[in-house]
């Protein structure tokens, strides 16, 4: 028997909430849309996305006794979840898509605090770009909306 050691893996600051991953993302981008500006107060994201079958909860079960959720009423089929006990938002999933969506921030980190996993989560583009409260010049590709489904703006 081999260890089942997850791809990736993250948690919320407490801790409290923990999951894992098994497959790499179908997205994975730096988010500049206003409303992942407003939900999260920082003035952009990187943002994760899985197909739900690759991600599961890893904290203490019931799960749901260590989450909240708020779903958004301009996107109701979106339901974010967070930790009970520090607040951190730590997922949300998407009805339409059947994706789940994590934030790069909260992966594991290692002794140095550095993510463990980054070439397998990092991200490919900045994506609604339009709506930056900042300008990035790294070398990532720059869209109206989604990467490659969209206007590219640098
Ligand atoms: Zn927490
Ligand atoms: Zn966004």
């Not at 994201?45 to 739900?52: G, M």
């Not at 339009?130 to 300008?135: A, E, I, V």
Request: contains cysteine; aromatic residues 12%; hydrophobic residues 30%.
């Amino acid at each position: 028997m081999t260890d089942h050691v997850p791809l990736l893996q993250g948690s919320c600051f407490c801790q409290a909430v923990s999951y894992a991953i098994s497959t790499p993302p179908v997205l994975s981008a730096y988010c500049h849309c206003s409303n992942c500006q407003r939900l999260t107060s920082c003035p952009f994201i990187h943002t994760v996305h899985f197909d739900v079958s690759a991600f599961t909860w890893t904290h203490p079960e019931p799960h749901e006794s260590q989450l909240d959720f708020y779903d958004n009423p301009l996107k109701p089929y979106k339901r974010r979840f967070r930790c009970k006990t520090c607040g951190v938002g730590i997922a949300s999933y998407n009805s339409h898509t059947n994706r789940v969506s994590i934030w790069g921030a909260t992966l594991g980190r290692n002794e140095e605090r550095k993510i463990v996993g980054w070439d397998i989560a990092k991200p490919t583009a900045h994506i609604f770009y339009g709506t930056r409260m900042l300008d990035v010049n790294d070398s990532l590709s720059k869209w109206e909306g989604y990467e490659s489904k969209s206007e590219r703006l640098d």
